[in-house]
């Protein structure tokens, strides 16, 4: 799980909830 959290963060610059996040806002 926290490798795949390292890539996400590295290919979108953020973490998955932050994303989730924003997605869910948007």
Do not use: E, I, Y
């Not at 799980?1 to 948007?26: C, E, I, Y």
């Amino acid at each position: 799980q926290s490798h795949f959290n390292r890539h996400f963060k590295k290919a979108f610059g953020m973490t998955p909830g932050r994303w989730a996040t924003l997605v869910r806002d948007a």
